[in-house]
């Protein structure tokens, strides 16, 4: 069945660095790939959507990259800040892909320090 | 600007009890989900809607069921609450081609 894998543990960095977020899928090939951000308490907001004929994304300070060779999706936040601090789904559709279904990751939790 | 809106965003029942989780969306969406969410298990879909009257089972229907009378409005009911359904409840809307839009999510505590 398919499979999704986000790092579990807590990802810490210091204010200014750039953070990287790891998404592997395993047992299919998604067309597509999206990324949410999920603040504690509320639900997930949309950030970004990559095709497999895309090699990457960016918005802002933002870039996504889907490597369908490796079956990865890295998220990168660049000159991150404490206002990045959540947690980051990875939600590929699933096998069947209708009606816009959708996997998600358990999600990464961001901590951005000052 | 787009809004799901979920009823309650804390709940509290009795196990037995009949449970309703209402979802309302204002996009004029066909397709709506109901997810719940636990500690590192990520959003688990329960049921989705792709038009009125319509509904199909996610990977965890058990215990749940769903209605759907109008296009904006979905509902997810617990026939009889257990403990084991304590848990975040997330409701989520789409149209076509578009990426999933979230209410803020029911915490619902089963006592």
């Known amino acids: 069945s398919q499979k999704i894998e986000q790092n579990s543990e807590a990802l810490n960095i210091q204010e200014g660095k750039t953070a990287t977020l790891t998404c592997n899928y395993t047992?299919?090939?998604?067309?597509?790939l999206q990324w949410y951000r999920q603040d504690p308490g509320r639900g997930p907001v949309f950030l970004l959507l990559?095709?497999?004929?895309?090699k990457e994304k960016r918005k802002e300070r933002l870039k996504v990259t889907f490597d369908t060779t490796l079956k990865q999706s890295l998220f990168h936040i660049t000159a991150s800040q404490p206002a990045d601090s959540a947690t980051y789904l990875c939600?590929?559709?699933?096998?069947?892909?209708?009606?816009?279904?959708?996997?998600f990751g358990a999600g990464t939790r961001l901590a951005v320090h000052p | 600007d787009v809004k799901v809106t979920q009823s309650s965003r804390y709940l509290v029942k009795r196990t037995g009890e009949k449970v309703f989780l209402e979802c309302v969306q204002d996009m004029d969406h066909e397709n709506m989900f109901w997810y719940r969410q636990d500690p590192g298990l990520g959003l688990r879909l329960i049921y989705f809607s792709y038009d009125v009257k319509m509904k199909e089972k996610g990977d965890i229907p058990e215990g749940y069921s769903v209605s759907r009378e109008k296009k904006e409005r979905f509902s997810l009911i617990l026939e009889s609450a257990s403990t084991n359904q304590t848990s975040m409840y997330l409701c989520?809307?789409?149209?076509?081609?578009?990426?999933?839009?979230f209410g803020d999510g029911t915490r619902l505590s089963i006592l």
């Open positions: 989520a809307s789409t149209g076509v081609d578009q990426p999933q839009h």
């Open positions: 990559i095709r497999e004929n895309e």
């Open positions: 939600a590929p559709p699933t096998l069947s892909g209708g009606y816009n279904k959708l996997i």
């Open positions: 047992n299919y090939s998604p067309a597509y």
